[in-house]
């Protein structure tokens, strides 16, 4: 964590400074692209009131993030279509425990979140089992594989 902050009822506000494009939206669903600060959100030893990216762009200095209440940061307003922050940390805990049970269970399948940014780069296609995956999508015997019962 780059900056935790006590607040005088016990809550914390947690910053990350970036340097960089961020944004909140980056901590949604359940694969999330940046998930450090919910990561020390759930993880926290004190109720968390604020997490928050602390941007340190040329031009474009400010925060991004989500709070409990007002105030916490400059230009940070609370959601008012938004569940409250506890919630949102606790969907994040089901998150992250799923996606390291899976981890720890060795689940590898072949399933980019986004295709176009997770191959972009890709220095190993000839290797690659996306395409292998998207021709044969399950184990229901496609037509694609053969006639198993077929003797001949």
Known sequence: MDRVDLLEDGGLVILDYKTGECSPADWVGPRPDEPQLPIYAVTADSPVAGLFFG???TGKVGFRGLAESEGLVPGVKVAKNGPPLR???EDWRAVLNQLGD???EGRAAVDPKD???SCRHCT???LCRINEAEQFPD???SADRGSEGDNG
Do not use: A, V
Request: net charge positive; proline share 6%.
């Open 124 to 126: 190993f296609p000839t």
């Open 115 to 117: 295709r176009r940014l």
């Open 102 to 104: 899976d981890f720890r």
């Open 55 to 57: 941007r340190l762009k």
């Open 139 to 141: 184990d229901s015997g």
């Open 87 to 89: 919630e949102t940390i």
